[in-house]
C-alpha cells in the first residue's frame, strides 16, 4: 500500500486501485454509447483520456463513473468477477476519501 498525505490523516491507496480502474476503463470502452458517456461525464476527449491514464484524478473519475450509475457499476463488477463494493471503495481511495489516523 502506499500513504499519501492528506491534510489531517492519510489516505491509503492501495496499488491495486489503479489496475482495478484500467479494468474498469476497458471494460466501459468495449460500449460505444457507454464510452461516450464517460468522456461526456469528464470532460476528456479520447486523447485527453489517453494522455492523462497515469493521474489519480482521471482513474478515480473512471470509478466514480461507474458508482454514479449503480446498472453500470454491477455490470462491470460482474465482467470482473469481484463485488461492486470493491469497484466504490477504490473509486474512494483514489478520490482520496477513505481516512485513517496517522
Known amino acids: 500500500m502506499t500513504q499519501l498525505p492528506r491534510g489531517e ?3 491509503v491507496l492501495q496499488e491495486s486501485d489503479e489496475a482495478l480502474a484500467l479494468q ?6 468495449s460500449d460505444e454509447p457507454r464510452a461516450e458517456r464517460l468522456l461526456g461525464m469528464t470532460g476528456l476527449d479520447p486523447d485527453g483520456l489517453r494522455a492523462s491514464l497515469g493521474e489519480r484524478a482521471t482513474l478515480a473519475a473512471i470509478l466514480t463513473f461507474l458508482t454514479a450509475h449503480e446498472a453500470d457499476l ?19 481511495r483514489l478520490e482520496g476519501h477513505e481516512r485513517i489516523d496517522p
Open 74 to 92: 454491477v455490470a462491470c463488477a460482474d465482467a470482473l468477477d469481484l463485488p461492486p463494493a470493491q469497484l466504490a471503495a477504490a473509486a474512494d
Open 24 to 29: 474498469a476503463l476497458g471494460w466501459i470502452l
Open 9 to 11: 490523516g492519510y489516505s
